[in-house]
């Protein structure tokens, strides 16, 4: 307990000393030049560290990519003056980023595994929990790094920040506590956020946008967990709801919403919806899963899609994910016109998602199993930037083995990537580790969490590329090997 007290002291340290210099750096008149990550948590983080910045006037440039490199860094057309900020990646790429910009000031805020020797020099320094025997999987986001930088350094108005925090934890799925709650230093920021009346916990079904969308369009839109014959399928989730006596119009012909429900009826929906998932062939724990917490934003509206953190989280990854970061960073700042794009912009997100998994439920024949991992090619198909998502989304289906690592290959331009995740049943494996050693062996670069990773590998390597990961895997399932 007092190694553990002396590793989070040590941490808050380093969250003092990274807002001091960032404070010192903004005194200074430094131009800052801001990368993230193009998912909820690196979206999230950007807006946490965009406010900022632009509450002392700052000057910067904020960019949301999907592949950090040499090439993407030079894209920031960076002098030698300006401050270079990475957020939600970098602890796997120092050596590239301190190549590239050799004479900057440079910050990295991550929380994915260290796979590299670490070095602090004056001209880098990192914050990442993982360099303090902390876990960066599900204790904290890098939004909640952020978050806890701005309080040091805006301290009268960082609370409101606090919501991104969670955005960015949720968005990176790190609710892995008691009904999906979210725990760890995860857990304070909540409890911030809540004691200042910004947000409200509750226990519900984890329905998509249940707050303000009508029933029908939540079962269909929900894809965590994904429910088999009903997600993606409007039709289908009114017959459902007829056949269980909910009636999904009200009398004045307007939808209903979940909350439209009286409690009987939103107990009858909860446990025939828990047996339709059984009944598919969804594992009790999983269907059940359906339950948990939510959490709202008090002062957002009743229409609004940032109301529930959950829709939130799901419109900046939308954003992300279709190429459209900086909409997303104006979303974070609440910017009334970008939330309206947003909201539109899900739409055409979801009917891709809708399109690549049923291509891949009318293709079973695609995904190739090995002794520890199974993996499919969506080839130039399914896009890069959302192969991880169509795992995420259908992982727990009857497609997949829950004893085995999913990976999913998509071409690149001129490369392949890779996205990875681990099923609950996976006790052992840590493919972050894993991934960063098979992809560097054939010439890649990857890395990540214990149950979440990516990589981008050379075209024409990625039989030699799982033939290594499998080997990793079974190594460290045997206990013999746990690090690189």
């Known amino acids: 307990m007092n190694n553990m007290n002396s590793n989070r002291n040590l941490f808050l340290k380093k969250v003092d000393q990274i807002a001091r210099v960032i404070g010192d750096f903004i005194n200074d008149g430094k131009n800052f030049k801001v990368l993230a990550h193009h998912d909820a948590d690196g979206i999230s983080s950007a807006g946490i560290l965009v406010s900022i910045l632009t509450h002392f006037k700052a000057r910067f440039h904020a960019r949301i990519i999907m592949q950090l490199n040499e090439k993407s860094i030079l894209g920031m057309s960076p002098s030698k003056s300006d401050v270079l900020i990475f957020l939600d990646f970098g602890s796997g790429y120092r050596n590239v980023i301190r190549n590239v910009a050799p004479g900057n000031d440079i910050i990295i805020i991550d929380h994915h595994e260290v796979s590299e020797t670490y070095r602090e020099d004056e001209e880098l320094i990192e914050l990442n929990p993982h360099l303090f025997n902390l876990n960066g999987s599900y204790e904290i986001s890098s939004a909640g790094l952020s978050f806890l930088i701005a309080e040091k350094i805006i301290p009268e108005s960082s609370l409101n920040l606090s919501v991104l925090a969670i955005v960015g934890a949720i968005g990176d799925r790190q609710d892995r506590g008691e009904m999906r709650s979210l725990t760890g230093m995860n857990s304070v920021i909540v409890q911030k956020a809540e004691d200042a009346g910004l947000i409200k916990c509750k226990l519900s079904l984890r329905l998509f946008g249940a707050e303000n969308r009508p029933l029908i369009k939540s079962l269909e839109y929900t894809t965590d967990p994904f429910i088999p014959g009903l997600s993606g399928d409007e039709g289908a989730c009114y017959k459902f709801l007829k056949s269980i006596g909910i009636e999904p119009k009200k009398h004045d012909g ?14 009858n929906l909860t446990s025939k919806l828990i047996k339709y998932m059984i009944s598919r062939g969804m594992e009790p724990r999983e269907a059940e899963s359906i339950i948990g917490y939510t ?11 940032l109301r529930d953190i959950r829709e939130f989280s799901s419109l900046l990854n939308a954003c992300g994910r279709m190429g459209k970061g900086g909409l997303g960073i104006a979303v974070c700042m609440r910017y009334d016109k970008a939330i309206e794009e947003a909201n539109q912009l899900i739409i055409e997100y979801r009917k891709k998602i809708s399109k690549y998994i049923a291509w891949l439920f009318e293709n079973p024949g695609k995904i190739k199993k090995g002794k520890y991992i199974q993996s499919f090619h969506g080839g130039s198909f399914i896009e890069d930037s ?26 690149s331009d001129d490369q392949i990537k890779v996205s990875a995740r681990s099923p609950s049943q996976m006790i052992g494996a840590n493919i972050g580790l894993a991934i960063h050693e098979a992809a560097e062996r054939v010439g890649g670069k990857g890395g990540g969490h214990d149950v979440a990773a990516g990589a981008f590998i050379p075209i024409g390597t990625e039989e030699r590329f799982l033939q290594i990961l499998d080997e990793v895997i079974e190594k460290q399932l045997s206990g013999r090997s746990h690090d690189l």
């Open 254 to 267: 307007e939808w209903k919403t979940l909350n439209d429900l009286s409690d009987a009826e939103k107990s």
């Open 295 to 305: 959490y709202i934003v008090n002062n957002e509206p009743y229409s609004s899609p």
């Open 386 to 411: 959302m192969v991880g998502t169509i795992i995420s989304v259908t992982m727990n289906s009857y497609l997949f083995s829950q004893n085995k690592v999913i990976i999913a290959f998509a071409n």
